[in-house]
C-alpha cells in the first residue's frame, strides 16, 4: 500500500494514497467535526461541517470527498472555518428539536456543545416550528423514527442500502418537511427486517431502539464488554453494555473482522433469554414423576452414583453424551475428556451430526478438512459465488451483506435451491431443482464443463490424486449426464444448467457456499463429493478468492468438532484409532493408554437407535435439546424414556428436561469466559458479562465437580485460560493459540505455533491430505428411499427463519423476535391450495408416515408445486415427528429435507 506524506495544519502526517482526508485526519488525531461522514458509507458531503481549506483549491471544502495525495497542505483549523462550522452547524438546529434522554450517543449534542449552540439564546437562527405531520413513527418492533430529530444527514439510507444491502430506507417530501420512510411508508409494514444498523449509525438520535427506553441511562453503564455473538456461526463482534447487573443493549463493534459493525435482528436484539425470569436457577431431581429442587451435594452425588452403576453393571458403552454448540470450546473440551476418560467410551456427539456431518465427512475425505476454507470477506470479492441448498441471507445475515455488496460491484452469483431464498433477487441465474436430485445436477454441470473444455488441466495434472486417469472416470461416468437428460430429472431448463456451468468455470475467481440443504440427505456425502469434484476439475480451489465454505448454523459448531466432540475423532479430527496420538492425549490427560478406547463411537441419531433397542442406559445432554432436532422425534421419545437414567444440563426447562431424571442449571452466553470458533475458523474470545442466576453454574464446573466424584479428577484449573492451554497442547491446529493472543484479536486456524499469525485460505499449497492432493469421488445418482405417492403426495422440506434460531429456546424468549414471528407455518404452492381446498391461514394437519402435527397455511410461489416447506423452531408444530432416522451410511447424517407428507383441513 502506497503511503502519501502531507500536511494538516502544518503538522506532517500519512495516510494511504487515496484513502479519505477526514478519516485520514481522525486516524493521525485530528479531530475535524462532521456528521454525515462514516468510515463504511460512501461519501454524502451533506452536513458540510468537515470543511477544510486545500492549498491550490478555491474556497472549503468538505474533506470527507476528498482523497489524499502525496504532499498536499491542509488547513483544518482557523478562524474562518470554525465561524463557518458554527453557522452550518447553527442551520442545522433551524429544524431540529432536540431534548437528549441519556438512553443513546448523540454526535450532534457533542458538537452543540463544543460550538457552544446548547442554549437557544446562543443560536442566531432560531428553531422553526415544525409540522404536525412530523409525527414519531412507533410502528417496528425494534425501532422508533422521531423527524424532529432527523438532520437528514443520508446515513440511515446508506447504512441500509451499502452496508446491509437492503434498500428499505428512503426520503419523502422536500425541503424541511422531508422526512426518512421505510418502505412505501409505515415502518412496521415494510421489508425492514429490524438489524438495526440505521440505529448504530445515526448521529442524533433520530432513529433509537426500543428495547429497554425507560430503562437504560448511558451514563449508569457499570460496563461494556467486547464478546462474540450467540447465535449463527458468522461469529460477529458484540459490545454488552450492563446496568444493574443486566445486559440493556448490544452494539456491534467497529473495525474488526469478521462483521465490522454489522449486526443481524438476533445478533442485536436477541439478548432478553439471558435474564428471562423462566432460566433454571436449582437443581431438579425427578421423584414420582415430578422434578423436585434439589441441592448441588445431592443432585451430582445421584448423578455420579448413577452413572458409575451403569457403568459397571453394563460397560462403559452403555453410556453417551451429547455435546452442545452453543457452549465454549472450554466447556465441550472438558466434557469430551470427561466421556472418553469418566465414562470410558467414544459415544460422544453433537448437533452436527444433524446439520454438516456429511459436508464433514467428503470434505475430509476429499481435500482433508471439513471446515471453510475461505475468511468471510473473500465472499465480497470473488468473482463467482456458488450458492447451494442455503438460505444465507435469513441464516448468516452478515455473510449475506458481503453478498449483497459484491452483487452491486457485478459479482456473479449463481443459487441453486428448490425453494425462493431472498438471495434470488441478487442472483445471476437460479436453478430450481426438484427436492433430491441434487446429484444429477452437478454432474450435469461438471458433463457440461468438460465437454465445452473448461477444465483447469494443470490444476488436475499436478494437484488432484491420480491427476487425468482419475479424471477420466469422472469424466466417463458423467457421460450421459447431458443437459436434457438432467433437466428431466431435476426440472432445470437445460439453458440454465449451461449458464451456471460456464460462469462458475471460466469465472477468473470462484467460491461455493454450500448449505444444510445439500447435507441433510441420505445422499448427503455423495452431494458434497459432486461439488467438490466441479471444484477440483476447474481448479475454483487453492487459490485466495476460490474453494468451498459451508457456513456453520451454530456459535460453535465449528469449535465442538474442532475440539473433539465426535464420536471417531479427538481433538483436532485426530481419528481415535491413531495410536500415536492416543498415547500422547493419555499422557497430556494422565490416564493409562489402555484406558482410551480406540473403538469409534456412536453417532447422535445411532445413540438413540441403540437406547431403542435397550443397549444405551445412559446419556448425559449438555446444552442440547434432541426432542427438537432429532428426526423422527417419536422413536427418539421412547429411546430416551427407555434409558435408565437421563441427564440434562441446560439453560431453561425444554422439551428434553421433561423426559430427564436430573436437571442441571448451566451458565449462558454472557456469563462466562471462553472462546468460539466460527465459519471460517477464525478463534474468538467470549467474555462474561453478568452473573448466573440463582446457584446455576458455568458449565465446566458442573463436568470438573462430576469427574472428580466418579474417582477421575482432572487438573485444578484457575480459569478457562488454562483449559486452552490444554486445548492447544493436544489440538495441533490451535497449537500456536492462546489467550493472551486472542486479546490482540481473533486467529484462523491453522495456527501450529506462536509466532504463526494464523491461515485466512487454506489448501494454497497443498491439501491436507496423506498425498497432498485433493481427490476425485465419481458418484451415480439414485432416486432417495423416501417417496410420493397418493396416500403422502407432498415432499416436505424444511429449515430456519430470520428470527429464529434452531430450536428457538432463545430467540423466543426475545420479545421483539417473538413479534416478527411467533407461530408455525407450512408453505404450499397456489395450485396445490388449490388442489387440496386450502386457504390462507387455515389450520391443517401435516401427517407423514412417522408422525403428525398441525400448523397453519401459508401459498406461497417459494416452493414448487408438490413440495411444501415447514420451519422447525417451533414446539408446537414439531416438524421432526414427521422427518425420518434412516441415515447416510458415510457420515450417518438424517434427511430432514426429504419427507413424504398429506395435509387435511382440521
Known amino acids: 500500500m502506497e503511503m502519501a506524506t502531507f500536511t494538516i495544519d502544518d503538522k506532517k502526517v500519512q495516510a494511504p494514497a487515496g484513502s479519505n482526508l477526514l478519516e485520514a485526519a481522525r486516524q493521525n488525531g485530528i479531530q475535524i467535526p462532521g456528521l454525515c461522514y462514516h468510515h463504511k458509507l460512501t461519501p454524502t458531503g451533506a452536513c458540510r461541517l468537515c470543511l477544510v481549506k486545500i492549498e491550490g483549491t478555491r474556497g472549503m471544502t468538505a474533506s470527507c470527498t476528498v482523497k489524499v495525495t502525496e504532499g498536499m497542505k491542509v488547513i483544518a483549523f482557523d478562524q474562518e472555518l470554525e465561524e463557518t462550522r458554527r453557522f452550518l452547524l447553527n442551520y442545522l438546529l433551524y429544524e431540529y428539536s432536540h431534548h437528549y434522554d441519556g438512553t443513546y450517543p448523540d454526535e450532534l449534542r457533542e458538537l452543540i456543545i463544543r460550538y457552544e449552540l446548547d442554549k437557544p439564546d446562543y443560536r442566531f437562527i432560531k428553531p422553526v416550528r415544525h409540522k404536525p405531520d412530523f409525527k414519531t413513527e412507533d410502528s417496528s418492533p425494534v425501532l422508533t423514527y422521531d423527524p424532529a430529530k432527523c438532520i437528514k444527514?443520508?446515513?440511515?439510507?446508506?447504512?441500509?442500502?451499502?452496508?446491509?444491502?437492503?434498500?428499505?430506507?428512503?426520503?419523502?417530501?422536500?425541503?424541511?418537511?422531508?422526512y426518512i420512510i421505510a418502505g412505501t411508508g409505515v415502518w412496521g409494514e415494510s421489508e425492514c427486517d429490524g438489524c438495526g444498523e440505521c440505529i448504530q449509525l445515526c448521529p442524533t438520535g433520530a432513529i433509537v431502539e426500543k428495547p429497554n427506553r425507560t430503562k437504560i441511562d448511558l451514563s449508569k453503564i457499570e460496563k461494556r464488554v467486547v464478546s462474540t455473538c450467540p447465535y449463527c456461526g458468522v461469529g460477529c463482534q458484540v459490545e454488552l453494555l450492563v446496568q444493574d447487573g443486566k445486559i440493556v443493549r448490544i452494539n456491534g463493534v467497529e473495525g474488526v473482522l469478521p462483521n465490522d459493525g454489522r449486526l443481524c435482528v438476533k445478533g442485536r436484539f436477541g439478548y432478553e433469554f439471558v435474564q428471562s425470569p423462566d432460566r433454571l436457577t436449582v437443581p431438579l431431581i425427578k421423584r414420582n414423576g415430578k422434578f423436585e429442587e434439589a441441592s448441588w451435594d445431592e443432585a451430582l452425588g445421584l448423578i455420579a452414583a448413577k452413572f458409575q452403576e451403569i457403568k459397571d453393571n453394563y460397560g462403559s458403552d452403555a453410556l453417551s453424551g451429547y455435546a452442545?454448540?452453543?457452549?465454549?470450546?472450554?466447556?465441550?473440551?472438558?466434557?469430551?475428556?470427561?466421556?472418553?476418560?469418566?465414562?470410558?467410551?467414544?459415544?460422544?456427539?453433537?448437533c452436527t451430526r444433524l446439520c454438516h456431518a456429511s459436508?464433514?465427512?467428503?470434505?475430509?475425505?476429499?481435500?482433508?478438512?471439513?471446515?471453510?476454507?475461505?475468511?468471510?470477506?473473500?465472499?465480497?470479492?470473488?468473482?463467482?459465488?456458488?450458492?447451494?441448498?442455503?438460505?444465507?441471507?435469513?441464516?448468516?445475515?452478515?455473510?449475506?451483506?458481503?453478498?449483497?455488496?459484491?452483487?452491486?460491484?457485478g459479482q456473479l452469483i449463481i443459487v441453486v435451491d428448490p425453494k425462493w431464498t431472498p438471495l434470488v433477487r441478487y442472483s445471476t441465474v437460479w436453478l430450481q431443482p426438484k427436492l433430491g436430485t441434487d446429484i444429477a445436477l452437478l454432474n450435469g454441470l461438471v458433463h457440461i464443463i468438460?465437454?465445452?473444455?473448461?477444465?483447469?488441466?494443470?490444476?488436475?495434472?499436478?494437484?488432484?490424486?491420480?491427476?487425468?486417469?482419475?479424471?477420466?472416470?469422472?469424466?466417463?461416468?458423467?457421460?450421459?449426464?447431458?443437459?436434457?437428460?438432467?433437466?428431466?430429472?431435476?426440472?432445470?431448463?437445460?439453458?440454465?444448467?449451461?449458464?451456471?456451468?460456464?460462469?462458475?468455470?471460466?469465472?477468473?475467481?470462484?467460491?461455493?457456499?454450500?448449505?444444510?440443504?445439500?447435507?441433510?440427505q441420505v445422499t448427503g456425502t455423495h452431494n458434497v463429493f459432486c461439488l467438490i469434484n466441479m471444484m477440483l476439475i476447474t481448479g475454483q480451489v487453492g487459490r485466495e478468492r476460490c474453494g468451498i465454505n459451508p457456513p456453520r448454523g451454530q456459535n460453535n459448531v465449528q469449535g465442538v468438532t474442532d475440539v473433539g466432540c465426535s464420536p471417531v475423532n479427538y481433538p483436532g479430527y485426530i481419528p481415535v484409532s491413531d495410536d500415536e496420538n492416543r498415547r500422547k492425549v493419555a499422557k497430556v490427560?494422565?490416564?493409562?493408554?489402555?484406558?482410551?478406547?480406540?473403538?469409534?463411537?456412536l453417532t447422535t441419531v445411532e445413540i438413540m437407535q441403540t437406547a431403542?433397542?435397550?443397549?444405551?442406559?445412559?446419556?448425559?445432554?449438555?446444552?442440547?435439546?434432541?426432542?427438537?432436532?432429532?428426526?423422527?422425534?417419536?422413536?427418539?421419545?421412547?429411546?430416551?424414556?427407555?434409558?435408565?437414567?437421563v441427564v440434562v444440563q441446560d439453560i431453561f426447562l425444554t422439551e428434553t428436561t421433561k423426559l430427564a431424571d436430573v436437571v442441571l442449571p448451566a451458565s449462558a452466553w454472557g456469563e462466562k469466559e471462553g472462546t468460539f470458533v466460527n465459519s471460517d475458523r477464525r478463534v474468538l474470545r467470549t467474555r462474561k458479562a453478568v452473573e448466573c442466576p440463582g446457584t446455576a453454574r458455568i458449565d465446566w464446573r458442573i463436568i470438573h465437580e462430576l469427574s472428580r466424584r466418579m474417582g477421575k479428577p482432572m487438573p485444578d484449573y484457575r480459569d478457562e485460560s488454562e483449559i486452552f492451554n490444554e486445548i492447544a497442547r493436544v489440538t495441533p491446529i490451535m497449537a500456536g493459540i492462546s489467550y493472551s493472543r486472542l486479546e490482540k484479536g481473533s486467529i484462523q486456524w491453522p495456527c501450529p505455533t506462536s509466532d504463526h499469525p494464523g491461515t485466512p485460505t487454506l489448501y494454497l499449497e497443498r491439501f491436507n491430505t496423506p498425498t497432498g492432493r485433493g481427490k476425485l469421488f465419481p458418484v451415480e445418482y439414485v432416486p432417495q428411499n423416501e417417496f410420493t405417492d397418493s396416500e403422502y403426495p407432498l415432499m416436505l422440506n424444511s429449515g430456519r427463519l430470520l428470527y429464529h434460531y434452531h430450536t428457538a429456546t432463545m430467540s423466543r424468549r426475545t420479545e421483539v423476535l417473538r413479534d416478527f414471528i411467533n407461530e408455525s407455518f407450512i408453505l404450499i404452492h397456489p395450485e396445490d391450495a388449490l388442489?387440496?381446498?386450502?386457504?390462507?391461514?387455515?389450520?391443517?394437519?401435516?401427517?407423514?408416515?412417522?408422525?403428525?402435527?398441525?400448523?397453519?397455511?401459508?401459498?406461497?410461489?417459494?416452493?414448487?408445486?408438490?413440495?411444501?416447506?415447514?420451519?422447525?423452531?417451533?414446539?408446537?408444530?414439531?416438524?421432526?415427528?414427521?422427518?425420518?432416522?434412516?441415515?447416510?451410511?458415510?457420515?450417518?447424517?438424517?434427511?430432514?429435507?426429504?419427507?413424504?407428507?398429506?395435509?387435511?383441513?382440521?
Open 153 to 178: 444527514c443520508f446515513r440511515c439510507i446508506k447504512a441500509c442500502e451499502e452496508v446491509q444491502g437492503k434498500n428499505v430506507l428512503s426520503f419523502t417530501g422536500r425541503g424541511t418537511g422531508s
Open 324 to 350: 452442545s454448540a452453543k457452549c465454549s470450546n472450554e466447556d465441550n473440551y472438558l466434557f469430551q475428556r470427561f466421556i472418553r476418560t469418566v465414562f470410558g467410551t467414544n459415544n460422544i456427539d453433537y
Open 359 to 409: 459436508t464433514v465427512t467428503a470434505m475430509l475425505k476429499a481435500i482433508g478438512d471439513g471446515a471453510g476454507s475461505n475468511p468471510v470477506q473473500d465472499f465480497e470479492t470473488t468473482d463467482c459465488l456458488f450458492v447451494i441448498g442455503n438460505n444465507i441471507i435469513d441464516t448468516h445475515p452478515i455473510t449475506a451483506t458481503y453478498v449483497k455488496r459484491a452483487a452491486t460491484k
Open 450 to 520: 468438460i465437454k465445452n473444455g473448461w477444465i483447469n488441466r494443470r490444476f488436475i495434472e499436478e494437484r488432484v490424486e491420480g491427476g487425468m486417469e482419475a479424471f477420466s472416470d469422472l469424466e466417463e461416468l458423467v457421460t450421459r449426464y447431458t443437459p436434457e437428460f438432467v433437466s428431466g430429472i431435476t426440472g432445470v431448463p437445460a439453458e440454465n444448467l449451461n449458464l451456471a456451468a460456464r460462469l462458475y468455470a471460466t469465472s477468473p475467481t470462484a467460491m461455493i457456499a454450500t448449505g444444510m440443504g445439500m447435507s441433510q
Open 589 to 601: 490427560w494422565d490416564v493409562p493408554y489402555e484406558s482410551l478406547s480406540p473403538r469409534p463411537g
Open 612 to 645: 431403542y433397542k435397550g443397549k444405551i442406559k445412559g446419556i448425559f445432554i449438555m446444552g442440547e435439546n434432541p426432542m427438537i432436532s432429532d428426526p423422527n422425534l417419536n422413536h427418539t421419545e421412547e429411546a430416551l424414556n427407555r434409558m435408565e437414567f
Open 835 to 906: 388442489r387440496y381446498d386450502l386457504f390462507e391461514g387455515g389450520r391443517v394437519r401435516v401427517e407423514s408416515r412417522r408422525g403428525e402435527l398441525e400448523t397453519q397455511v401459508r401459498i406461497s410461489e417459494e416452493v414448487l408445486a408438490g413440495e411444501v416447506f415447514m420451519p422447525w423452531h417451533f414446539t408446537e408444530s414439531q416438524v421432526n415427528r414427521l422427518t425420518r432416522d434412516e441415515l447416510d451410511p458415510y457420515s450417518r447424517i438424517a434427511p430432514f429435507k426429504l419427507s413424504a407428507v398429506r395435509i387435511q383441513k382440521v
